[in-house]
C-alpha cells in the first residue's frame, strides 16, 4: 500500500529518543456534589509512565481501575466534575506545558487530530447521525490536510481502501453501516492526518471476535505505516497478548506493574497480575480456575495504603499504610509492591 | 417520600418556589369555607370599590368582595384542574401501559387514535359542545369531557416507559409465575411509572385549568358557578378596564398566574429529581 | 427509497384517520346529544324579539333542511359527509344569506397568515436560543432569559393578550389593538394596505410569540444539555472540532430532531391560543368568526369553523411529518 500524497500544514517532527509521552505523577479527581451528597472520587491517583515513539502500550485493568480516566486526562478532554489535581502530562510535539488542559486553546486546536488523535470506545454513537460521513472527515481532517477538494476526497478516498472500504461508504449515514463497518471508519478517521500518538479506547469491545481480529490487523498495520504510538486500553488481556509491545496494568487508579508484553505473561510480579494472567484460559487446561476475593474498590473511599492489600494474597502489615511505589526490578519492567521489592526506606 | 420532599426542599430552589405559590393559592382556596358571603350572590356590597381596609381586593361591579369571591374562584378553578387530572390519569395509564406492555396490533390501533387525540385542535370541539350543551353544561361536564380528550400526550409517555419495561427480567419472571396482564400492570409495572404520573399531573392541571379559564373568558362555561376565568367574564361584561375597575381584573389575573407558575416549578423540580441524566448534568458543582 | 415511500404512505393514512375521526366527533356533538343545534340557533335569535310562532316554525324547517338534519340517522350522516365533501355548511345565520363556506374563506388567509408567521418566529427564536443556553451553560445572560422563559411559559395566551392589549391600548397607544387592518383602507395589495396589514397584527403575533417562545427556549435548552453528553459530541471535541462548527452541526442539528415532533403535537394548542388572541384584538380570521358564531347562536358557522380547524391543523401537522425524514435520516430505515 503506497502512502497518499497528502501534505500538511506542518512539517513533521524529527525522529528522536524523547519519549513521545510523559506523565509524571498525574492525580485526577472527580468532586461531586448533589442534593447534599458530596463525594470525592480519587480516579488517578499517582501514575508515571513513558510512551515510546512509535510502540504500542496497551492499559490493562477492570472497569473501575481507572483507566478510562486516565486516558481522558492524557486527552485533555476534562469537564466539571472532572478535575485534575496534581501531576504532568507532556507531549513531545506539544513540549513546556503540563497538560493539554493548560496550554492555550490555539495550541491544543493546533495539535488536535493531528498530532493528537483518538478512537473512542463503542463504535455505536461516535459519528454525527444526522450527517453523511462525509462531513466527518470533513470537519475532523480537512483544517489539517492542504490541498484541494478534489485532492482531499482523493486522500480520503485512498486512506479508506486500507480498512477496506469503499468509497460509497462517504455518502452513508452512520446508522447504515454496520458495527464493524463503522469502526473501520473511525480507525481510519483517527489516522488520516497520521498523527503521532493514538489514543485507542477500547475500540474492539463490542465487536465480534472474527471482525475484532481484522479490526487489530488494521490498527497494527496503519500503525506501522505512519510510525504512531497507540496509547491502546481494553481489559480483555487477550488483546492485549496480540498487539501491544508494552503493557502497564492498573489497580483501583494506580499503576501496579509494568513491562514489555512478552514479560508481563511470562512473569508477572505483582499478586493482582498473576491473577489476571493466570485467569485467562488456555487450551489443554483442566485445571479449575479460582476467582480472587472480594471487589475492586470504591475510589470514593479506596483502602489506605496499597489499594491492592485487602485482596491480596501476600499482604504484610505494612502494606495497610503505606503506599508502594513502582520500582524497577528488573530491566524494563517495573513493579509497586512491597512483597517483591521489599520494605523499602522512605 | 418525605425524604425526597425535604431534599427537594433544600436543595432545589424551585421546588421551593413553587411550593410556596402553590401553598398560598391552596391556602386561599381554603379560606372560602369562611366567606361570609355566599358566592352566588350578587350585590351584597357597594360595587366598584377600590382595595381598602375594608374590603382587601376592592368590590366588583356586581356588589360582590373581589377577595372572597376569588377565594370560591380559585376553588373551583383547582378542584375542576384535580377532576381533569385525576380522570385523565386513570386514562392515560390503562391506556398507555395496556399498548405498552401489549404491543402488536393493538398497540398500533391504540396509538393511531392517541395521535389523533393529540392533533385534534381541541378549543373548537369544546366550544362545539358548549353550543350545543349551552346552560346544561356544569363544570363537572365539562371536566369529564376534558378529561376524555386530554390523556392522550400522556398517554404516550406512560407507554414508552411500559415498552422499556416489558423487557426487563423482573416481568419475564412475573410472566411465567403465572401472573395475568392485569396482576403485572397493576403490581409491577404502576410503581415504576408513578413518578411520569405525578409530573404529567401537574402540566395537565395547568393545561386544563388554562383552557377552562379561555373557554370562561368567552363566556362559553357555566358563568355562574365562581370560577377564575368566570370572573375575568364579568370583569369584561362590565367594562371593567374601561371604567376603570382595574382591581377586579388584576387579583384573578394574579392569583392564576401564581396557581400555573407554581404547578410549572413543581413539575419541573420532580421531574429533574427523577431523571437520573439531568442529575449528572447538574453534577459540576464543586463542593464549597 | 421505498422506504420513504412506505413512510409518506403511514403518515398519508393516519392524516385521513385523523381528519375522519375529527369530523366524525364533530357530527356526534352535534346530532347526537338530546339538545337540537337548530332550537338553540332559533333561541338566541328570537330571544330579543317578538317573532309570531308561524315564521318561527318556518324558521324551523328550513334551518333543519338547510342544515341537513331531516330524514333517518343514517339519511343525516350521509348527507353530513356529501356536504363536507363539497365544502357546503349551508347559509350562515348570523351573515344570512351569505354561505358559510365564503365566511370561512374570507377569514381563513388572516388566521393562516398569523399563525404560519408567528408559529416559524415562535419556533425558530425558542430553539436558537434556547439552543444557546443550553451550550454556554455559564453566560448570564442566556440564564436570565431562562428566568423570563419559565416565568412566561405557563401563562394562558389569554392574560398575555389582555396585558398587551393594556399596554398598547392604554398606556402606550402606538400600535393598533383591533382589526385586521385601517378601516379606510380598500382590500388590494398596495403598500398602504399591505404595511396596516403588517402593523395589525404586531400586537395579535406578539402575544403568540411570547408564550411560544418560552416553552421552545426550555425544551430546547433541555435537550441540548443532554446532547452535549453524546459521545459524537465529544469525540467531535476531541478532535478539536471548531465550537461554532460543533454547536450548528453536531448539537444543534440533533436537537432539533425532536423539537419537530413536538411542533407538530403543538399546533392545535396554536391554534387554541389564536382564536383568544383573535377575539381579544378582533382581529378577523377564524377564531374571531368562531366566537362570533356561538354568541349568534349560528350552528352552520361554528360546525363549519370546527371542521376548517380540524382539517387546517391535520394538513399542517402532515406538512412537518412530510418533512421530518429531511432532518432525521435514520426514519427511512424503519
Known amino acids: ?346 | 417520600m418525605l425524604g425526597i420532599l425535604r431534599d427537594l426542599l433544600r436543595y432545589n430552589a424551585e421546588f421551593r418556589i413553587g411550593i410556596v405559590l402553590v401553598g398560598f393559592v391552596l391556602l386561599l382556596s381554603m379560606l372560602a369555607s369562611f366567606s361570609p358571603y355566599p358566592p352566588q350572590d350578587v350585590y351584597v356590597v357597594p360595587p366598584d370599590v377600590p382595595p381598602s381596609l375594608a374590603y382587601w381586593f376592592g368590590t366588583t361591579s356586581r356588589g360582590q368582595d373581589v377577595f372572597w369571591q376569588l377565594t370560591f374562584a380559585i376553588r373551583n378553578t383547582l378542584l375542576f384542574g384535580c377532576t381533569v387530572a385525576l380522570i385523565s390519569r386513570v386514562l392515560a395509564l390503562v391506556i398507555g401501559l395496556l399498548s405498552g406492555y401489549k404491543g402488536g396490533w393493538i398497540d398500533r390501533v391504540l396509538m393511531s387514535i392517541n395521535d389523533t387525540f393529540i392533533v385534534i385542535p381541541l378549543l373548537p370541539i369544546l366550544v362545539l359542545f358548549y353550543f350545543v350543551m349551552r346552560d346544561s353544561m356544569s363544570w363537572l361536564m365539562l371536566a369529564l369531557i376534558m378529561a376524555c380528550l386530554g390523556w392522550a400526550y400522556d398517554a404516550r409517555l406512560i407507554r414508552s416507559v411500559a415498552m422499556s419495561l416489558k423487557t426487563r427480567e423482573f416481568t419475564q419472571s412475573s410472566v411465567f409465575s403465572g401472573m395475568s396482564t392485569r396482576e403485572i400492570l397493576v403490581q409491577e409495572h404502576l410503581p415504576y411509572v408513578m413518578p411520569i404520573v405525578f409530573s404529567t399531573t401537574m402540566n395537565n392541571m395547568i393545561w386544563s385549568i388554562g383552557l377552562e379559564v379561555t373557554l370562561a373568558v368567552l363566556g362559553f362555561t357555566d358563568i355562574n358557578t365562581p370560577t377564575i376565568g368566570g370572573m375575568i367574564y364579568w370583569a369584561n361584561q362590565h367594562t371593567a378596564m374601561v371604567a376603570g375597575v382595574w382591581w377586579w381584573i388584576a387579583f384573578p389575573t394574579v392569583v392564576v398566574i401564581m396557581t400555573f407558575i407554581g404547578l410549572f416549578l413543581l413539575a419541573v423540580s420532580m421531574n429533574e429529581y427523577i431523571d437520573p441524566r439531568s442529575r449528572l448534568s447538574r453534577m459540576g458543582r464543586v463542593i464549597s | 427509497m421505498s422506504g420513504y415511500l412506505a413512510y409518506i404512505a403511514k403518515r398519508l393514512a393516519q392524516f385521513a384517520l385523523v381528519v375522519f375521526i375529527g369530523i366524525n366527533l364533530a357530527y356526534v356533538i352535534t346530532h347526537a346529544t338530546p339538545i337540537d343545534p337548530v332550537e338553540q340557533s332559533i333561541s338566541a335569535v328570537t330571544s330579543f324579539g317578538n317573532t309570531a310562532p308561524g315564521a318561527i316554525e318556518q324558521m324551523r324547517t328550513s334551518l333543519r333542511e338547510l342544515y341537513g338534519l331531516e330524514g333517518s340517522a343514517i339519511q343525516q350522516y350521509v348527507v353530513f359527509w356529501k356536504r363536507i365533501l363539497r365544502a357546503d355548511f349551508g347559509p350562515s345565520m348570523s351573515a344570512f344569506p351569505t354561505p358559510v363556506s365564503t365566511l370561512i374563506a374570507r377569514a381563513l388567509p388572516w388566521t393562516t397568515g398569523l399563525l404560519v408567521v408567528s408559529t416559524i418566529v415562535t419556533w425558530v427564536l425558542g430553539n436558537w436560543l434556547g439552543g444557546l443556553a443550553g451550550y454556554y451553560q455559564k453566560s448570564r445572560g442566556l440564564k436570565l432569559l431562562g428566568v423570563i422563559a419559565m416565568g412566561l411559559h405557563p401563562i394562558p395566551y389569554y392574560i398575555l393578550a389582555l396585558l398587551l392589549l393594556i399596554v398598547f391600548g392604554f398606556l402606550w397607544p402606538v400600535l393598533p389593538i383591533t382589526g385586521g387592518s385601517a378601516m379606510n383602507l380598500p382590500q388590494a395589495w398596495s403598500w398602504a394596505f399591505v404595511t396596516s396589514v403588517l402593523k395589525h397584527s404586531i400586537l395579535p403575533a406578539l402575544s403568540l410569540i411570547l408564550i411560544g417562545v418560552g416553552s421552545w427556549f426550555l425544551g430546547m435548552r433541555s435537550l441540548v444539555s443532554n446532547v452535549v453528553t453524546e459521545d459524537y459530541v465529544i469525540y467531535a471535541e476531541l478532535a478539536g472540532v471548531k465550537s461554532r462548527r460543533i454547536l450548528s452541526s453536531y448539537v444543534m442539528r440533533n436537537a432539533l430532531v425532536p423539537q419537530v415532533t413536538g411542533l407538530a403535537i403543538s399546533l392545535g394548542g396554536i391554534f387554541n391560543g389564536a382564536v383568544i388572541t383573535e377575539k381579544v384584538f378582533g382581529y378577523p380570521g377564524v377564531g374571531s368568526l368562531l366566537v362570533d358564531a356561538v354568541y349568534a347562536g349560528d350552528y352552520g358557522l361554528v360546525l363549519g369553523v370546527t371542521t376548517i380547524s380540524i382539517l387546517g391543523v391535520s394538513i399542517g401537522v402532515l406538512a412537518i411529518d412530510l418533512l421530518y425524514p429531511l432532518l432525521d435520516p435514520r426514519v427511512k430505515v424503519s
Open chain 1, 1 to 346: 500500500m503506497t502512502a497518499a500524497p497528502v501534505s500538511f500544514a506542518d512539517a513533521q517532527q524529527p525522529n528522536d529518543d524523547r519519549p513521545i509521552l510523559s506523565v509524571r505523577n498525574l492525580r485526577a479527581h472527580f468532586r461531586t456534589s448533589h442534593f447534599g451528597i458530596n463525594r470525592y472520587v480519587k480516579a488517578v491517583d499517582g501514575i508515571t509512565f513513558d510512551v515510546k515513539r512509535g510502540e504500542i502500550y496497551g492499559l490493562a485493568g477492570e472497569s473501575s481501575s481507572g483507566k478510562t480516566t486516565l486516558i481522558k486526562t492524557v486527552a485533555g478532554a476534562i469537564k466539571p466534575p472532572l478535575e485534575v489535581v496534581g501531576g504532568t502530562v507532556e507531549f513531545a510535539f506539544l513540549p513546556g506545558y503540563r497538560g493539554l488542559h493548560r496550554a492555550p486553546p490555539a495550541e491544543v486546536a493546533r495539535i488536535r487530530w493531528r498530532h493528537l488523535s483518538y478512537i473512542m470506545q463503542g463504535s455505536m454513537n461516535v459519528l454525527n447521525p444526522v450527517r453523511r460521513l462525509r462531513r466527518s472527515f470533513a470537519d475532523f481532517a480537512r483544517p489539517h490536510i492542504a490541498g484541494t477538494e478534489k485532492e482531499f476526497e482523493k486522500a480520503v478516498v485512498d486512506h479508506l481502501a486500507r480498512v477496506k472500504l469503499e468509497a460509497s461508504v462517504l455518502a452513508a449515514y452512520p446508522h447504515e453501516l454496520s458495527g464493524g463497518m463503522r469502526q473501520r471508519v473511525t480507525i481510519a478517521l483517527a489516522t488520516i492526518c497520521r498523527p503521532d500518538f493514538i489514543i485507542a479506547d477500547e475500540p474492539t469491545t463490542a465487536l465480534d471476535v472474527i471482525v475484532q481480529k481484522d479490526v487489530l490487523g488494521m490498527i497494527r498495520g496503519i500503525q506501522r505505516e505512519i510510525g504512531s504510538s497507540v496509547l491502546f486500553v481494553t481489559h480483555d488481556m487477550g488483546v492485549h497478548a496480540h498487539l501491544t509491545d508494552r503493557l502497564g496494568i492498573m489497580y483501583a487508579g494506580r499503576l501496579v506493574e509494568e513491562a514489555t508484553t512478552g514479560e508481563v505473561f511470562r512473569t508477572p510480579l505483582h499478586p493482582y497480575t498473576r491473577h489476571l494472567i493466570s485467569s485467562l484460559p488456555r487450551i489443554g487446561d483442566d485445571v479449575p480456575r479460582k476467582g480472587l476475593e472480594g471487589a475492586p474498590p470504591n475510589l470514593a473511599d479506596p483502602p489506605p495504603g496499597c489499594r491492592f492489600h485487602p485482596r491480596c494474597p501476600l499482604a504484610m502489615e505494612v502494606c495497610s499504610h503505606r503506599v508502594p511505589s513502582m520500582i524497577e526490578t528488573a530491566p524494563g519492567h517495573r513493579v509497586a509492591c512491597f512483597a517483591v521489592n521489599g520494605d523499602e526506606q522512605p
